[in-house]
């Protein structure tokens, strides 16, 4: 039972290995891909009981002793990421049986996804800096295969873009891990915390900490370092942009968060603030942009830029409330935004369009995906009894509590944003008058909605029974506040 | 013998920049290529220069004789990754060309069809 952390990270890619014998047989591939991220969600739900009931769960790769090592730790923040996006990945290949096409699905798309799942695992559970560099190259290199599988003119272009992007980034990310390698003369995460923490403040770890940001900025797509995603994100097809969605900005602010709230820790009133401007800068660009469209891929596209705003609010705010509201609100994203893609997916598939103005009066011959769809908006924009508002009330009274008064103000008012943006497309979409569309037969329709009624029933499950899932978090903002717990379970006693 | 390294690291990361923000698609390539040889300076650099053995262990060779094996290694891994994340742009550089007849990023623009 000791080896339980590994698992998430070794079991899809074991299933995505064998998974490349048998290219052309497309029951083994679908069957496969789906068993193997429903066997990681079940894993990680075991390991997300037993980090609530036993604490943090640390394994030394090869029992070489702590600082030496590779150790791979599961927090609660990590092992409550593990379990979502276990979770999104088996409901987007779900939905890919029926949505990707035969000719993608024979060309390793499910291997691609499993080794994505478990590179993303991967970074979530690492206690090791460079460990942490060389699972970003692994879900980074699926998802190029991902972003470019299929070959359409449009995905070639943006992959080019993203792949030249994501090397810029990971040659940014080497160079400040040797920065930070020359100055505390260790790669592991605790240990980086203990030897910073007694440097002090200096200099050269502030510059360090902004390096790190910028690198995990770009991945998560903050103001001004977001550029790459709306047009990346516009290209590959919906159940690969769901997942992109859900989960690859994830593991940028989960970094951010990682390194923001263990290893610099010593002078937060300069890297803090500066996290603090540039989610609000994000919130602030996102909202331009979420207003600015009338295509309905690029204004949930933009609304994935607003919520990394108000979820690096919260950890730059750094106290315990605003840091477990932004870890309450980060699952409720990963939720709601594989949601809504798959929706819009839906959506896509009866009109055949992406521009709002040539759709219309789609209700009455389409009144459960009009129904679930306005509900997800408003889960997402965060009406009490959904899942958005318990995060978000939880990191606006954390900025209030820290003292950032207008720049919970902000926040608050990206909320309208949010909802009108997302509004838009019901109020265009499914009310008006009608508008000509495809008559998808009714098996494809029904087939489309299985998962995404799934989801749906999670997403507005965890708004209603957060009350059962707020032990977990406040756990999880417990031990992000206070690294002793984190660096006690790596070092032991070391220490 | 590090300020010359780090003299020759950052001519390297100037010369990618300068290459990474030109038009062509190859230019950006060779770009990225040049990027990643110059973060791999940068690790051997500042892990220290000090160590005049390589680190074997052998007879009559004390501690403080070793080069610090560890740059090395996150270098070994780090080529590695660069190495197959090149292959792949470089492949992909060629289907771009083959399907959009252009090399050139600036005319890379313009609306796709739908998926």
């Given amino acids: ?495 | 013998m590090e300020i010359m390294m780090a003299i020759i690291a950052g001519f390297l990361f100037s010369a990618a920049t300068y290459l990474i923000l030109s038009k062509s698609l190859l230019r950006i390539i060779i770009g990225t290529g040049l990027l990643s040889h110059g973060t791999h300076l940068l690790l051997l650099t500042m892990g220290g220069l000090g160590g005049n053995k390589p680190p074997v262990v052998g007879e009559g060779v004390t501690v403080a004789d070793y080069a610090d094996p560890l740059p090395q290694a996150l270098i070994l891994t780090a080529i590695v990754i660069a190495f197959g994340v090149t292959a792949f742009a470089l492949v992909l550089a060629y289907r771009t060309y083959q399907e959009i007849g252009t090399d050139n990023m600036d005319h890379m623009k313009g609306r796709g069809e739908i998926d």
């Fill in chain 1, 1 to 495: 039972m000791i080896n339980l952390v590994v698992l998430p990270i070794i079991v899809p890619l074991l299933i995505g290995t064998v998974l490349l014998l048998f290219r052309n047989n497309l029951t083994v591939q679908r069957i496969g891909g789906i068993v193997g991220a429903l066997l990681t969600l079940v894993i990680s739900v075991v390991l997300l009981t037993k980090v609530y009931t036993d604490g943090i769960q640390v394994v030394t790769l090869g029992s070489w002793d702590a600082p030496f090592g590779i150790s791979l730790v599961s927090d609660m923040l990590s092992v409550l990421l593990v379990t979502s996006s276990s979770l999104i990945t088996f409901v987007v290949l779900w939905y890919s049986v029926y949505a990707l096409g035969e000719e993608r699905e024979r060309f390793f798309f499910y291997p691609a996804v499993l080794f994505m799942l478990s590179g993303i695992n991967g970074a979530f559970t690492t206690g090791d800096i460079f460990n942490l560099f060389v699972f970003f190259e692994v879900f980074l290199m699926a998802s190029y295969v991902l972003i470019a599988l299929g070959g359409k003119r449009i995905q070639l272009r943006e992959s080019m873009k993203y792949i030249i992007v994501n090397i810029v980034a990971a040659a940014l990310f080497v160079i400040t891990i040797g920065y930070i390698y020359s100055v505390a003369g260790t790669l592991n995460m605790a240990d980086l915390s203990v030897k910073l923490g007694e440097i002090g403040s200096m200099g050269v770890i502030s510059t360090i900490a902004i390096m790190f940001l910028v690198v995990f900025g770009i991945k998560a797509g903050i103001f001004p370092l977001y550029f790459w995603l709306p047009g990346a994100y516009y290209a590959p097809p919906l159940p690969v942009l769901a997942l992109f969605g859900a989960l690859l900005t994830k593991v940028g602010i989960y970094s951010i968060a990682r390194v923001y709230t263990l290893i610099f820790t010593t002078d937060v009133a300069f890297t803090h603030d500066i996290l603090m401007m540039l989610a609000i800068a994000t919130i602030i660009f996102g909202s331009i942009g979420a207003l600015a469209y009338m295509d309905i891929k690029k204004i949930i596209i933009y609304n994935i830029v607003i919520a990394v705003g108000v979820i690096l609010f919260g950890f730059a705010a750094f106290n315990t409330t605003a840091v477990t509201g932004a870890t309450l609100y980060l699952v409720h994203d990963m939720l709601v935004k594989a949601l809504l893609f798959l929706m819009i997916g839906v959506l896509i598939l009866i009109t055949g369009k992406t521009n709002l103005r040539e759709m219309g009066g789609l209700i009455r011959h389409y009144p459960t995906l009009g129904w679930t769809y306005l509900v997800a908006v408003f889960a997402l924009a965060g009406i009490p009894p959904l899942s958005g508002f318990a995060g978000k009330i939880l990191i606006i009274q954390g900025g209030l509590e820290g003292g950032f008064v207008w720049q919970s103000i902000v926040v608050a008012a990206s909320t309208m944003v949010v909802l009108l943006s997302a509004i838009r497309i019901f109020i265009y979409a499914f009310w008006g008058s009608e508008k000509p569309f495809q008559v998808p037969p009714k098996k494809t329709y029904s087939q489309y909605m299985a998962p995404v009624l799934v989801l749906f029933a999670l997403a507005v499950g965890y708004g209603l029974f957060i009350e059962f899932l707020t032990p977990y978090f406040l756990e999880a903002g417990r031990q992000l506040m206070d690294p002793s717990f984190y660096v006690n379970a790596v070092l032991g006693g070391n220490n």
